[in-house]
């Protein structure tokens, strides 16, 4: 039965998902209770095997957060000092932090106007012979175009490091995204697809070599316990963390799926009525961690929004290359960027909204659009 009077719509309902796997959980963190795997341990081993195998990469290797995740990859494959890296003006600022977090230059391009991801004739324009790597990022659970990006990493040589924070399952002509490029990371942060219950992160990758100095990296360069032949960090996934992850990982497909068919039924109503969704590259298929319309009046349609019950958000406000932190840099105007920032705005979705919810958020979104 349809909503029709005025109602709540959480952006994402973290509530009823906790609601739902609370036994699983509270039975997840008394088994680490009682078998005192806090650091390192099975619990990790057992979710680094099972997140492994649903993303069909050869290795991964949990650790920290996803920041950590994108610094342990560049690092990992060498990139460092006097390097360059090109990144998205068109994401969250972990990304660029990453990349300044190993000593490297982070080199900001524009972006697809329609996928909102890395724009490869933009980056392509930006290479010198200090770019060592390039890091699409699957924003908003969109696979950017990767086949474009690693014909430009070949011919330029360059590492690829796939930011997979919001892409888990997500695809590209049949392969999952964070097994294309030399590697990939993952953000298991609470609101994620895939969120743990504090912060939490991976990389996966194909190279066995690549994961081992991955690994090592974050367990502060062990060889064995007191024995260090590189300097690494305290970067690991906590037994915690690894544990209540497992018990949410065998619900992802379910919640994944929710995810696109509720993404289906917005294309269905908003797209008739001319307003702008996002469009994913040919052969991709997003998973939805955020779905984004275009709006004249950014922040008046969020209050109207809001007034009517309906939870929206903006991602994000301020493209990279305009950040404070970032002003050293100089760099020119990136419009497609610049003009995103100033017109997205995310509507409801989560695997827990109900099809009533949907509808009552729409219904909303076009009477707003409609004045």
Known sequence: MSLTTLQKIPFVNLARQIERLRPDLVAAFEAVLDSRGFIKGPHVTAFETAFAEAIQAPHVVGCANGTAAVALALEAAGVGPGDE????????????????????????????????????????????????????????????????????????????????AQAHLATYKGRMVGSIGHAGSFSFFPGKNLGALGDAGAVATADAQLAERIRKLADHGRLSKYE??????????????????????????????????????YDSRLKPAGVKVIAAPEGAES?????????????KTAAALAALGVETGVHYPCPLHQQPAFRYLGGEALPNAERAARRILSLPICGEITDDEAEYACDQVLAVLRG
């Not at 915690?240 to 068919?261: D, G, I």
């Not at 998973?287 to 922040?299: G, K, P, S, T």
Request: aromatic share 6%; proline share 6%; with cysteine.
């Open 228 to 265: 260090h032949d590189i300097v690494g960090y305290n970067q690991r996934l906590d037994g915690l963390q690894a544990a209540l992850l497992s018990v949410k990982l065998p619900h992802l497909r379910a919640w994944t799926e929710r995810r696109r068919r509720v993404a289906a039924y």
């Open 287 to 299: 998973v939805y961690h955020l779905y984004v319309i275009e709006v004249d009046d950014q922040q």
């Open 85 to 164: 890296v090109i990144v998205p003006s068109h994401t969250f600022i972990a990304t660029a932090e990453a990349v300044c977090h190993v000593g490297a230059t982070p080199v900001f391009c524009d972006i697809d106007p329609d996928t909102y991801t890395l724009d490869p004739k933009d980056a392509e324009r930006r290479i010198t012979p200090r770019t060592r790597a390039i890091i699409p990022v699957h924003i908003y659970g969109t696979p950017a175009d990767m086949d474009a990006i690693l014909d430009l990493a070949r011919t330029h040589d360059l590492v690829v490091i796939e930011d997979c």
